[in-house]
């Protein structure tokens, strides 16, 4: 993957990463409760209507669509032969950093705000954590988003191994490709001692 269409997959990746998020929001605090009041009455009605459940329900969703497609993109790759767990860390990172670092300035504004009425909604996949968990909020954070991303790498060197597998040649592309560059540096390192050796 040239350094251009890495960093064009770069940017798509942390804006999915956006959207993912603003649709589990969006599941997790308007969806869900109209959903719940069509239930009946009750303790299972009552159970659902729970912040920290819908915020759980909120992050499966995001976890759910970000799975979806980083398997794809591990198949994409490998048949493209431009696979690279460097690459999709590189990314990974991006999009945890992205989602992550204006969480550190929630407490920088006062409690009752309107700034913490933003961080309330744009985090609420990770309410499930902090307010249920008991965890500190910024903590929690970065907790989710951690599991998220290594996730995502587990699923997309999955998918990686699963479809070399099931196209041998695409693998043996690769082993090749590789094969063919430890030789080239070999052959290179031979000449520069033979011009040592005649200077």
């Known amino acids: 993957m040239d350094s251009l269409k890495f960093l064009l997959y770069t940017l798509g990746r942390v804006g ?14 308007a969806l869900c409760p109209a959903i719940v009041t069509l239930l009946p009455e009750g303790s299972l009605r009552d159970t659902l209507i729970e ?19 980083f398997a794809e993109d591990g198949k994409k790759h490998t048949a493209y032969e431009i696979w690279s767990s460097v690459n999709v860390t590189i990314t990974l990172i ?6 992550f670092i204006p969480s550190i300035f929630r407490d920088s504004f006062e409690p009752h705000g309107k700034a913490n009425a933003f961080y309330e909604v744009a985090y ?3 309410l499930w954590l902090n307010e ?12 989710g988003l951690a599991a998220i991303a290594l996730l995502l790498l587990g699923v997309y060197v999955v998918s990686f ?12 592309g690769i082993k090749r490709g590789g094969e063919e560059a430890e030789e080239g540096q070999e052959e290179h390192d031979e000449k520069e001692e033979e011009s040592e050796d005649l200077n």
């Open 161 to 172: 191994k699963r479809y070399a597998k099931a196209h041998p040649f695409v693998l043996s």
């Open 51 to 69: 912040p920290s459940l819908r915020s759980g329900l909120s992050f499966a969703v995001m976890l759910a669509f970000l799975i979806a497609v």
């Open 132 to 143: 249920g968990a008991g965890m500190d909020f910024v903590v929690s954070v970065m907790l």
């Open 94 to 99: 991006a999009m945890v950093m992205v989602a």
């Open 16 to 29: 999915l990463m956006i959207a993912v998020t603003a649709f589990a929001v969006l599941f997790g605090m």
């Open 124 to 126: 609420f996949p990770y």
